[in-house]
């Protein structure tokens, strides 16, 4: 992973002349000058931050929009392509070939075809459904006024259905595997190529992919799903290496004083992406209500849409700078990062380039080792919380009385009764939550904040499953619903955006990326076990171990959490260099044209937090275990 930073160790390194210590004296100077620079600034919100953290932030909405959304459509799919046609009126069974094929649930819970007359259940019903020869002349406003035709037109609407499993954990599954998989490859392209490109090229696939998404067609449901599933896979690529790079170029552009709180502020774009999926599938469901196949075009046009936010926030992206501290200790172009952050000493502008040594993989792990496993495994639990909660979210909003029974709705006015509920949901606690988040970071401090989110999550989390069976039986909804909701609060004023937050400030600038990468991929591996392995636990006939089972499991994965945080170093208040070990790699920073090293006297300007970088002998990790440099060799300051 870090090959292309770690030199190897030189073996004899020569003896500076008087012109090569000045330059590399001038060099290290400039770097610290930089440094200083970004973190002392004293302004709040500059238009520099506030570029970032737009450029930063829209392709993250994408993130949240696409998970609101995608529950609510692939149900809108199966009952679009995948009609239960016994519930079709027997006159327009007759015009369309009489079908004799519906779908059904197997003993596995898959949706599969079945041989069976169009229209036997017309009149009867089956399974708890009514017969809506019955139902829709006593519900549907102007039932009897209808023609024939216009009456077949309504009633296929309210036929049952869904998506069969296998198309609905593909459509599900493609985005996260996706994203898992662009998380460690952008990543760690981010730190070989630089931020900004490997940034721009993440956007670019978002817009493209959603875009695309919503132009799925085929002549058969499963050719639909079959294509939308290749370009969910494409978004996923992209969504995955937002999570690196938007943390890793806030976190390099902010000033220690305010690195949290930006952060966190491009983390809450997420809510922003919950509220503009929420009120953008309800303006939707209105349109295209009173239109006859309506569905097709909602779930299409709400899907397409998603390419608006990194689409108007290309331009930022485009227009802002690499970051200067990849340009100084990556690249060691102090040059270009001086002009950037405005300094003009001519010192520091006419500096020779140099830059720090990395680390091998071994040197890395024993730094970083145990702080990249706290990291890792609370997000790998945090998401296997965060994700299963989709998964009973419609019982939820049943049990207190916000859905009403899904034969009262056809497939627009479902789509539109769930988005409302799940708008209230993100508005009454999850978008509070990141900004709770963004208001504290800095007073609480990350560590404090995780350890508080998980604590509450599983308070809550266990009073649901512990009161359960009281609080439907008794229709306490109230209580029902404010325990759900503080659950997702803490969630969000906890370990949801602390465990983005903390590994863009953990580890050093030459691995950053590299790193976030491997710890929100992590993080996605438990998202897919929370859908999956907890949607099997609770829904299949061979385990059927039901919503408060779950629940129990969830509190447990919880309370993992309160320990997983443990090795996680608290970052408040501290530079990423003095994070990222960068004062002792920066005090052996090295000009590659000649190969030369020294240490030098310490000037007496040279600010506090970088001692080391002037002169003060520090034995950084070598990439064979051993010190590179020695008091010995070069003499101490």
Not at 83 to 95: E, I, L, M, S
Not at 101 to 119: A, F, M, S
Not at 234 to 256: F, H, K, N, Q, R
Request: some cysteine; overall charge neutral; hydrophobic content about 45%.
């Amino acid at each position: 992973m870090f090959a292309g930073y770690a030199a190897a160790l030189p073996a004899a390194p020569q003896p500076m002349n008087q012109e090569q210590h000045k330059q590399q004296v001038s060099s290290k100077l400039a770097a610290q000058a930089i440094l200083r620079k970004i973190d002392d600034e004293e302004a709040f919100l500059s238009w520099r931050i506030i570029k970032t953290i737009i450029a930063a932030g829209g392709g993250f909405m994408v993130d949240a929009y696409d998970l609101f959304v995608i529950g609510l459509l692939t149900k809108l799919i199966g009952r679009t392509y995948y009609p239960d046609v016994r519930y079709y009126p027997p006159g327009y069974c007759n015009q369309i070939g009489n079908i004799t094929t519906y779908y059904q649930l197997d003993p596995g819970n898959n949706w599969q075809p079945h041989p069976h007359k169009c229209g036997s259940s017309w009149h009867t019903g089956s399974g708890g459904f009514p017969s809506l020869a019955d139902w829709l002349p006593q519900n549907v406003k102007g039932w009897n006024n209808m023609s024939v035709q216009d009456q077949y037109k309504v009633a296929i609407t309210y036929a049952p259905s869904d998506l069969p499993n296998r198309s609905n954990y593909a459509l599900n599954s493609v985005a996260l595997i996706g994203t898992l998989v662009g998380q460690l490859t952008f990543g760690h392209l981010a730190d070989l190529f630089g931020r900004k490109p490997i940034h721009i090229v993440t956007m670019v696939i978002i817009i493209v992919a959603a875009l695309c998404s919503g132009m799925s067609f085929g002549t058969t449901g499963d050719a639909v799903v079959g294509t939308l599933c290749m370009w969910r896979l494409i978004l996923g690529l992209g969504i995955g290496g937002i999570y690196p790079l938007s943390a890793t170029v806030m976190s390099e552009t902010a000033s220690t004083k305010r690195r949290g709180t930006y952060v966190a502020a491009v983390f809450a774009f997420q809510g922003f992406g919950f509220l503009l999926a929420g009120t953008v599938t309800i303006i939707l469901a209105a349109i295209w209500a009173p239109y006859d196949g309506a569905g097709d075009f909602l779930w299409r046009t709400a899907l397409a849409l998603a390419c608006l936010p990194p689409a108007f926030t290309l331009y930022y992206r485009v227009m802002i700078p690499e970051t200067e501290r990849y340009e100084v200790i990556v690249k060691g172009d102090t040059q270009t990062a001086a002009k950037q952050v405005g300094l003009d000493d001519p010192a520091v502008v006419q500096a020779t380039g140099l830059k720090a040594k990395g680390h091998s993989w071994r040197s890395f792990l024993r730094l970083y080792g145990l702080p990249l496993m706290g990291c890792s495994f609370s997000w790998f639990l945090l998401d296997i919380a965060f994700y299963s909660q989709g998964l009973f979210q419609s019982d939820v909003f049943s049990i207190v009385g916000w859905l009403p029974p899904a034969y009262t709705m056809n497939a627009v006015d479902e789509v539109y009764h769930v988005s409302r509920a799940q708008l209230i949901i993100s508005l009454a606690s999850i978008i509070p939550g990141y900004w709770f988040t963004v208001a504290f970071v800095e007073i609480l401090g990350r560590t404090k904040i995780q350890y508080m989110g998980f604590f509450f999550m599983t308070l809550f989390m266990g009073i649901l499953a512990g009161l359960y069976d009281h609080l439907k039986a008794t229709h306490q909804t109230s209580n029902f619903i404010a325990l759900y909701a503080l659950t997702f609060f803490f969630a969000n004023f906890g370990p949801n955006s602390t465990t983005y937050i903390l590994p863009a400030e953990v580890f050093p600038a030459w691995s950053r990326a590299t790193a976030h990468g491997i710890c929100a991929a992590t993080g996605k591996a438990g998202a897919i076990v929370g859908s999956y392995g907890f949607g099997i636990l609770k829904d299949t006939p061979t385990h059927n171990a039901g919503l408060k089972t779950v629940l129990i499991v969830l509190t447990i994965v919880n309370a993992l959490g309160l320990l997983t945080t443990i090795p996680i170093p608290e970052t408040m208040g501290k530079s990423l260099e003095e994070l990222g070990h960068e004062v002792e790699d920066m005090s052996s920073m090295h000009d590659e044209s000649d190969g030369a090293t020294a240490t030098e006297p310490q000037p007496s300007f040279v600010p506090n937090q970088f001692p080391a970088m002037m002169g003060q002998v520090v034995q950084p990790p070598s990439m064979i275990g051993q010190p590179m440099f020695s008091e010995q060799q070069y003499g101490s300051a």
